[in-house]
């Protein structure tokens, strides 16, 4: 059996990784996985980011991860950047991708993939530390 932690890569615009990754929540997921950032700068809060270049950082970074979770500034998942992540298992959206823009939805069942969507999951914490 092995025991090594699962590789999460989370990608999206840094601008906001101090309001979406709390170190409490860095520190939770370090204690089961091998996590890392990968700051990709894009516009558009709710549409893939069409940049050659961000595409590009994101297949370099895909190859043996196992969950991607991606946001704001993040290009599409789509069937390509999946084949490269062969031991993929999950893609997760912290923002919500309501319209599945961000993700190829059809293309991730194809591959029996999970997709979780976490719409108003990612509320904005008050200063207090508390979900507003």
């Known amino acids: 059996m092995s025991t090594a932690k ?33 700051p990709i700068t894009g516009e558009g809060a709710f549409r893939a980011n069409d940049e050659p270049a961000a595409r590009a950082r994101l297949l370099e970074q895909v190859g043996s991860v196992e969950a991607l979770v991606i946001c704001h500034g993040a290009p599409r998942i789509d069937d390509e950047i999946m084949a490269a992540a062969p031991a993929l298992r999950l893609i997760g959206e912290l923002e919500g991708d309501r319209f599945a823009d961000r993700i190829d939805v059809e293309a991730a069942v194809r591959r029996g993939l999970r997709v979780v969507d976490t719409t108003n999951g990612s509320s904005y914490r008050s200063r207090s530390g508390r979900w507003r």
């Open 6 to 38: 699962p590789r999460v890569l989370i990608a999206f615009d840094p601008k906001l990784r101090e309001t979406y990754l709390a170190q409490t929540d860095l520190d939770r997921l370090a204690s089961f996985a091998e996590w890392e950032y990968l």
